[in-house]
């Protein structure tokens, strides 16, 4: 009996990067702009989309979105029922999207019929981190609700993504959250990064993010 | 807790290399894994010896190697391992900005993740 070590150099996200690296090749070529959103469980996710997706759509920009979730549609239809073309994606037990399940999304999806693409990632600040989609922004969205130490806990996810959003902010008061203090935390793991401030309710800091994201 | 199908990537990656290389036992798999992936060392190696039973890789050891990430300044065109800081709970957090200038950086390595060999009986 004897044992040797052999060279692997096998990469596991190999397969993944692959898909993403093709999802992106394929947005690139029908011209459509894509946003992977990825944040917290409530942070308003789905409210951003829908509120950008007005505007944009008023702008006369064509939209189109994937919602994920781990079981139901209740996001797509929020979207459908103002008129943005969706995908469901329900992944089961995942928690995350990755770049296969876009890749047979998109399959469904008359890519020259829209100029944007939402990407709505499963509510979670860890795992969707872990696996690129072949978007051309990640943006992660949290919100006071969760308290004012999010940065603090998810330092990664922020500091790997484009451009983070802090949403809800017309409740800061009343949860008793302290703005400044969130900002703070994410000047000392990225001075310039991106950071902004929305509130769906009235409307501040959303043609902000927009124009960050290039919208 | 995409530990479980990490995992079964891992799992199903080394099988492949065992039978490429006729083995006829595993006796360890070497991971190597960037500081700025999410995963989780104890749960990945738990998820890895629930999916190694009744495989070549049966009690086999998943030894993990976790990898500081590594930047270049997109300003002044410094380079190395990422910076940290330490928050008040004396936890270590990496930073996103150039160490040297504060200037924004390119992040080179630290996502990876990747068998580099194993320690197999032929």
């Known amino acids: 009996m004897f044992f040797h070590i052999i060279g692997v150099e096998a990469d596991i996200f190999k397969a993944n990067k692959e898909l993403a690296e093709r999802n992106r090749m394929l947005f690139k070529k029908h011209n459509v702009k894509t946003i992977d959103v990825m944040g917290a469980i409530g942070s308003g996710k789905t409210a951003l989309i829908e509120t950008m997706s007005h505007l944009l759509k ?22 459908e029922s103002i008129g943005v073309p969706v995908e469901n994606i329900n992944t089961g037990k995942e928690c995350h999207l990755d770049a296969h399940l876009i890749h047979h999304a998109i399959e469904h ?107 | 807790m995409h530990e479980f199908s990490t995992a079964q990537g891992i799992v199903e990656t080394a099988i492949h290399y065992a039978k490429k290389n006729k083995a006829k036992k595993v006796k360890k798999v070497f991971l190597e894994i960037g500081e700025l992936t999410f995963l989780n060392v104890e749960q990945l190696k738990f998820s890895y010896d629930i999916l190694s039973k009744d495989t070549i890789l049966d009690n086999s050891e998943l030894v993990v190697e976790v990898k500081s990430a590594t930047y270049k300044c997109m300003k002044c065109g410094a380079s190395g391992k990422l910076g940290k800081i330490e928050n008040e709970d004396h936890f270590s957090i990496p930073v996103f900005h150039c160490p040297k200038c504060g200037g924004e950086i390119e992040i080179l390595s630290g996502r990876q993740c990747f068998i580099k060999n194993m320690e197999i009986e032929v």
């Open chain 1, 109 to 215: 999806f008359d890519l020259d019929a829209i100029d944007v693409l939402f990407i709505e990632n499963v509510g979670n600040l860890v795992c969707p981190a872990d696996f690129q989609l072949g978007t051309d922004i990640r943006c992660v969205v949290v919100s006071v609700t969760e308290g004012d130490d999010m940065v603090r806990k998810h330092p990664v996810i922020f500091g790997t993504s484009d451009v983070a959003v802090v949403n809800k902010i017309d409740l800061a008061d009343a949860m008793g959250v302290d703005l400044k203090r969130i900002e703070e935390d994410f000047r000392k793991i990225k001075p310039n990064g991106i950071l902004i401030e929305t509130s769906v309710k009235t409307g501040e800091g959303i043609e902000k993010l927009m124009d960050a994201m290039g919208l």
């Open chain 1, 58 to 79: 008023k702008r006369g920009i064509r939209v189109g979105a994937i919602t994920g979730d781990v079981a139901g549609d209740d996001d797509a239809k929020r979207l």
